[in-house]
């Protein structure tokens, strides 16, 4: 069974601009969930989509933003980029029935 | 308020040394859901177990054993005999559920270096 994928591996973006990063989630598996990892910052929770739909959002201004497509693939926006934006960028799924999630590789994202 | 914490920073042990490492939590919720994920320096997350509030067994997996206490608020990691390849990043999180959001709150982690 395929894992969790994420792309791109890694992102070199110049301050102002926007960077799209995309997951796709196990198979079977109807939400995503998007966290960043800063340096020494641990994860922090962005973006849970269920079903299509945003169902919570982390402490995150309103340039991060996403979606979810109806294959549950979801992208992660983020517009605007800062330099404090550089970081790992942490996709997980989750199935139906289950508490546990899933993560992929990340994507890590320099913003410069 | 932080909602998990991980005190231990860094830990170095010697290869077969056992090591423990301690997660605190707090919530106010009767159901909810307690994790560890292990996190190599490849920088993905593998999830290593889930305890629900309501089973307070202890549990053994090979090497890798977890003593969830609820009196203490605490789920420990132990690692038995260590070995070079557990040198990694160790984090405890813990979530109340989809209807409260399902957000998982993850601890800052615990860096754990196995010297050969």
């Known amino acids: 069974e395929a894992g969790v994928t994420q792309s791109p591996t890694h992102l070199i973006k110049t301050r102002g601009q926007q960077a799209t990063l995309r997951c796709s989630p196990i198979?079977?598996?109807?939400?995503v969930y998007w966290y960043q990892q800063a340096l020494g910052l641990g994860l922090q929770f962005l973006l849970w989509y269920d079903e299509g739909e945003e169902r919570n959002r982390g402490n995150f201004p309103p340039r991060f933003s996403g979606r979810q497509f109806p294959n549950y693939s979801s992208e992660l926006n983020v517009n605007a980029l800062e330099l404090e934006d550089s970081a790992l960028y942490l996709c997980?799924?989750?199935?139906?029935?289950?508490?546990?999630?899933?993560f992929g590789p990340g994507t890590r994202l320099t913003v410069t | 308020a932080q909602k998990v914490t991980q005190a231990q920073t860094e830990i170095s042990v010697v290869e077969k040394e056992d090591v423990t490492l301690d997660c605190v939590y707090e919530t106010r919720d009767t159901t909810y859901y307690l994790f560890w994920y292990k996190q190599p320096p490849s920088g993905e997350l593998v999830f290593l177990i889930r305890r629900n509030s309501f089973d307070e067994q202890n549990e053994i997996s090979g090497r890798y054993s977890w003593n969830f206490q609820k009196s203490t608020s605490s789920f420990n990691f132990t690692i038995t005999a260590s070995q070079v390849v557990d040198s990694a990043v160790y984090f405890c999180a813990l979530s109340e559920g989809r209807n409260t959001g399902n957000q998982f709150y993850f601890g800052t982690g615990t860096s754990l270096t196995v010297i050969p």
């Open positions: 997980a799924s989750q199935g139906p029935s289950s508490y546990e999630q899933y």
């Open positions: 198979s079977g598996h109807t939400s």
